[in-house]
């Protein structure tokens, strides 16, 4: 863990995340980015959890204080502490993933998350059997809401008659709250969940893995190989690519502050479909979605209304 | 007995303090991380500089403070209150209310109105825990403890609701404006007047508790209910139910004081379970008012030292929780601090 | 030989500062029972919970039938056969009698059925006299029961060899008659018992030996046989009592308490006290009989204006002195220090700041005029021995004149000089003209100290001759 | 609503309540004796992370004999703190606590890595009861649960029989209320309060291998959730007596199913109400329950024996 050869930089990394970084979702994918960060660039990097408002500041200023050159606040919720402290440090660049605010030394980075949602909504509607999907979510964040609303969209677009279900866990670490949320949406029917609920999702996957015929699309990392045999694929952010994006603007000088949106066409957001479930989406549906996916690079997609 | 008495008096803090350091150095070899760099990060980040100290350190403890006074207020009449955290939350949401909807107002107005706010909505939490308490014989150990996840998920519905930000795109409250914010007290830190209305509250209420009628019957309450009403004729109920509320008050306006001073709008996770390492501050200062000052800051750096060992020494999140615990047993086994409360006076009786 | 034959030689134990056994020694003779007597705070206590087991000496030895033991806890001791009767009831409140009678009983797997602990119960009272409802809770249990509790406890354990640490202090005169009965007849089937009491009489009547203490150290050891009360008195003060002058009664005055058809009724609704009507004068000290529950606590507390009746008139004065029986529980908070308890009294009625200076002189005068020994005024009452709290809380309560004392078995537990002192502290606050009421379980100390004398029965309160008989019945209903 | 939805309302009620009423049965033993366990939290984490090697090492058995292990070891750091030291129960509780979280993270990193266990650990399903099973409503609830949920039913009448019907239970109940009378009986109170604390090391133990083998089939950094908190408060809703913890735990099990159902159902209430019902039925519960009750009289007394 302790970084190694210091001696040949002064490219500092800093990295805040709200969880832990075990989750193998949200924050274990931006401690990837951070790590390709230090074996491709060579920074000495920096990695600290903390998930209170009052923390986020003080901990943006102590690395900016230290001299570290790019700052990742992993999350919309990084933004108002970014903007606070970003004008008392002009030499620190700080990022946040999500959010809009930004300046001089500040961006934030969004991702169009509802693109690679849509797609996943559209295999949901067209794989449902009974008509029923559902969306499980950590708590209700704007990207996760966002997100939920796009593959809402998705499904509707398949099948304009099916039923949404959105429950939320209340916390993103309970697998087992997790588990139980996902029983109670196939007790009413649901055959296909879309959970974005980090270390708390892997409770759907089990409740997907102990009843027939249901199927789970994972969220935020590609999570396919966490249960091979219901998952459909996943709503992947390559957390890794859009660090390193970034990182190598900041390096080779390039750098402004502004709202850097990653969607499909930057391939940093992407529907990952379940290489080892190959039968579970029918032909004419991946068809479909490779279509409308052509649209997206093109810059061509209009997202249905959102309801 | 055979054990000479200086043997177990020294002894055995010896020997738990040499296990917590063992643990402490296997820890370290087991996480493969530099042990002189993280207690270096320890000290640097907690007390080693005045930034750390005056930005870190006391931002931290300056709620610690006041939620500590707030639990050690009610355990000293025998109200076992575990809800400063749900006050706390309570009091920050008032106070940023407050805060929004009177912005025009100048600040000498508005910054008291809002710590006024906080107090009343802290009161407001304790109140219906009181009222439990009073009317319906609810041990209150246990409606504190459930009113804090109420809490919780009000604030969670709050800044989605009523009290979201102007664009209703993230879960947070508006930024309180410049004149509706705490000033902070030493140029170039971050120590806020919070600071010193905790430090103003811990001698206040240490006054009060010694010098004057109303505490002499919070502190004979706390220690012998019986004879407080036998002897002393105190309507025990009703002193109790005073001063859950001022004990709520007084965990609102730790919040407010948060909200105000430190993050500047109301945030889901505003709170770090500051009010449950308050009942640890409050128990370690004995219950004492300006020990909780002592405790508050103790905790204060330790959290600041934390931070720092994470971000200067690469020691993981999960490490430093460990090292934090193994600092607060070893202050435990050589301070041999004991708790003064028995939790099993607290018994409810409805009042008829 | 007889019986289990206990010697504790030699022995010291200090609690800090105080040395409260300083060489002494005892040896009781199996199959006898033996008096161990000396004044409050002698050692008394101290030297047979040594012998329990419950402390360990800092020297000497005790032995049991001439093999020293080195007991770690009570365990040692029970197992050994000896059992404690306990002044300060170590009893556990929350539970019935019939679990409090089982507790100890060993054994991982051991059962617990509460009817045969019942019966256990039943059989010891049907045997002892000591009657006791198995499935009341103790802390709902008057102070007199809880005692018997303590002494069927120690039965139950088939002790051979029983330590009784003032058990009639409590105790109605004829209850007490009927435990010595029954402890004599346990001695004669070859139990062995050591009794401290402070009833001299009582003791020279029953014991085959006696021992004295003084300030920790053994001064008499004799055959009861060649003793008389004096020459015990002598030997526990070191000195003779002046008998002090006993204060001229003064007139009888205004009348300063008053109740009319006074009814009380408990938490459960049933009625305690009912159609009480009783005035109390300035300058006159009212006694009050009555066996348990008679409604005689019920009364004490109306006069006192602790307890609001259910119906009917009562008119006292706002400040109005009490001495309740359970004084560590009602009167004292025993981790406060005796400045802090002198506080304490109707604090509801003190305002604005504490004036600690005057209130500490205050703590200091009445330490001193009413010879409380402490180690110093800041120090938690807890640290006071029994008695000394006792006379702590009558100082307290006496203090400033109040207009009317209402007080409960104010001597128990007193050695002979405290009681004296008890009694002459009443007779002079009567001399000033203050309105005193005094329950106590013992006739005798009613019969000498009262002016006037009602009975309470069942419920109701019946004025009586002041004579002994005639009271004797009207508290059993028999006139 | 159908007789399935109640059956399936009824089996999440019984899942959700059976590792809070090992926990709580196991602080109720412990608070009994005078000792209130803060540290629970942490006691479970250690007991879900115990399952988690041990299942991984030995299958599902292993896994909870593991969990109790961790629980018990857990637990008698803490024992040695409170009974040993005698040192605040509350502060040693919440240092526990922290210690029990941070030390499960340190070996989950070092033995998993920083991508960790996913959903490879053995798990034990349902053993469905002939007949029993297939009663409506009930059956599913009562008679087709894992095997930790049937080890419950005579657990709960165990404890009962040892606190009311034993010597030991006895003597164990009076050091909660009155050690000074314990220890004239004879009875060590140390001896009392070690054992009682390594029982609930036990059970706490068990309510993580419950949850992670039996449940979510998986381990994270957070997965105990709180759950220690409402153990305690579970114990007090039962007023400290083993039926009553049972079914406090069963109360609030119903009140948790109800939330999964509320959004599961899509009622249009916001999803906080739901996450926030479990906790408001409690408080209805107890302001219903009117009338004494006690704590054992030295609970949380650090200086019980020190006579
Ligand atoms: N645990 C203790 N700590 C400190 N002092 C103690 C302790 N126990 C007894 N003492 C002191 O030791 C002395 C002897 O006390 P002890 O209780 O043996 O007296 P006693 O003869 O039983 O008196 P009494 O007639 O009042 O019951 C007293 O001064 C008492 O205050
Ligand atoms: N830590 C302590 N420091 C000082 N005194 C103590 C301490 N612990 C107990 N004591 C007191 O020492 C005394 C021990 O003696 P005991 O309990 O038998 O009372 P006593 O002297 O027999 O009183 P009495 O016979 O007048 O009721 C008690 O009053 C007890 O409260
Ligand atoms: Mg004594
Ligand atoms: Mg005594």
Redesign the pocket.
Known sequence: VAPKNEASTNFKVALLTPGPISDQSWNGGAYAGLMRIKDSLGAEVSHIQTKTPAEFEQNFRQYGANGYTLVFGHGFEFQDAASRVAPEFPKTIYITTGGTATGVNQAAMGFSFGQPSFLAGFVAGSVTKSGIVGCIGGTELPPVKASFAAFTAGVHTANPKATILVSYIGNWDDASAGKEQALAQIGQGADVIFQNADAAGLGVFQAAKQTHDVFIIGSNADQNNIAPSVTLGSVLIDLPRAFMLVAREVKSGTFKGRMIQLDTKTDVVRWVPNPSLPSAIPVNVTQRVDSIRATMLAEQFVMPPLS | MTTPRWLTRVGVPAAVTVVVITTLLLVVLLGGFDLSRALRALWSGSIGSSYAFFSETLVRASPLILLGLSVALAFRAGIFNIGAEGQLLAGATAAVAVGLGFSQLPSALLVPAELLAAGIGGAFFAFIAAVLKRRFGVLEVISTLMLNFVARYAVSYLVRGPLQEPSHAYPQSGALPPAARLPTIISGQQTHLGLLIALIFAGALWWYLRSTAVGFRVRVIGAGPIAAASSGRIDVPQVIFGVFLVSGAIAGLAGGIQATGVTYALYEDISPGLGYSAIAVALLARLHPLAVVIAALFFGALEAGAAAMQRDASVPAVFVAVVEALVILGVLAIGRVRTQIAVGRLTAEPAE | MTGLHLSLDAITKR??A?LALDNASITVRGGTLHALLGE??AG???LMRLAFGMTQPDSGVIALNGTPCHWRSSAGAIAAGIGMVH??FLLVPAMTVAENIALGDRGVFTGFSPRDAADRVRRIGAETGLILDPDSRVGDLPVSAQQRLEIVKALARNAKFLIL??PTAVLTPREAQELYEWLRGFVIRGGTVVLITHKLREALSIADDVTVLRRGRCVLSAPAAELNETTIVQAMLGGRIDPSPVPEKGTVGPVVLRIMDVAVDDDQGVRRLTEATLDISAGEIVGVAGVEGSGQRELLRVLAGRVQPTTGQVRIPERVGFVPEDRHRDALI?EMTLVENVALQDASLRTGRMQWASIASQTAALVHAHDVRTADIT??V?????????KFVLARELAGAPPALIAENPTR???VRATAQVLLQLRQARAQGVAIVVYSSDLDEILALADRIVVCFNGRVISTQADGDAIARAMIGVS | MSNNAIGLFLEATVRTATPLAYAALGELVVERSGVLNIGLEGIIIAGAFGALVGAGAGGATAGFVAAVCAGMIIASIFAFFVVTLKSDQIISGTAISMFGLGVTGVLYKILYGTTGAALHTPTVGPLVIPFLGDLPWVGGALFAQPVVTYALYPLVVAVWCFLNRSAAGLALRAVGERPEAARAAGISPSRVQWISILFGGAMGGLCGGTLVIAQAGTFAEGISAGRGVIAIAIVVLGRWTAVGVAGAALLFGAASALQYLAQAKGWPLPYQFSLALPYVLTLVALAGLRGRVAAPAALARSDAES?
């Open positions: 609690f800090g105080t409050n705070g008394k206590t101290t002044q300060h640490d003032e025993p120090v938690p807890a640290s006071l021995s029994g008695g000394n709290q006792q537990g007193l050695d | 006579i």
